[in-house]
């Protein structure tokens, strides 16, 4: 690691960062928003901010938290930790707040691709803790902040008394994928979705889990 981990602080308070937290999250989510808006930024970043903004969202706070390191500049990388219970939760209260803003947009195509990367999502099950969000921002890549932050989540789980960190990745992110290896996570499956309008362009899903 070429940082000192002493000076790295996670907070849930998000202050003049929630646009920064967004623009993190959204780089973990370039494979789903490629399959379900298709082309369509401004559809995904309207859905992305109202559900952030109605406290439903994976990465909504208090459940999401930034990553700094000193006490000034920029966040190097934030983290979603949700409990399997509020994941369930959350899950339902964000569909309700997206299917609005798609029923105001006429965007029926993007509910059908919705529901179906949500059939091939990962499902918590009890004494799960999940890892719904980890994101490094570019210019601090390489510096071992995503090991660390995963070292935090799996310290949270074992404090809660979770039985499994869990987590989902996009089979097209090599580099998530072998981190997540590297920390101990396993592959226990694997799912695939492709749209019947357009079977070229699918999503495949990897469920890891890393028992405690």
């Given amino acids: 690691m070429t940082h000192g981990s002493h000076d790295l602080r996670l907070t849930t308070d998000i202050g003049p960062f929630a646009q920064t937290l967004l623009d993190l999250e959204a780089t973990t989510a370039e494979a789903y928003d490629r399959f ?12 992305r901010r109202v559900t952030f903004a109605r406290g439903v969202a994976d990465f ?3 459940t999401a938290r930034l990553l700094f390191d000193g ?7 934030m983290l979603a930790l949700v409990p399997d219970t ?23 195509a993007v509910r059908e691709r919705m529901a179906e990367a949500g ?15 980890i ?32 987590l989902d990745v996009a089979a097209d992110n090599p580099r998530a994928f072998s981190l997540y290896s590297r920390s101990g996570f396993v592959e226990l499956a694997r799912r695939t979705v ?11 899903y990897c469920h890891l889990a890393c028992p405690l």
Avoid: N
């Fill in 36 to 47: 379900v808006f298709r082309g369509d930024p401004q559809l995904a970043d309207e859905v």
């Fill in 60 to 62: 909504s706070p208090p």
């Fill in 71 to 77: 006490d000034h500049g920029e966040p190097v990388g």
């Fill in 86 to 108: 509020l994941f369930i939760e959350r899950r339902r209260a964000a569909a309700l707040a997206v299917g609005r803003v798609l029923h105001q947009h006429r965007a029926t």
């Fill in 119 to 133: 059939a091939i999502s990962l499902k918590a099950e009890p004494g799960d803790l999940v890892l719904a969000r």
């Fill in 135 to 166: 994101a490094i921002a570019k210019q601090a890549e390489g510096r071992g902040y995503g090991r660390w932050l995963i070292e935090r989540a799996a310290d949270e789980a074992r404090a809660l008394g979770c039985a499994r960190l869990v």
């Fill in 194 to 204: 492709s749209s019947p309008s357009s079977p070229e362009v699918e999503l495949t």
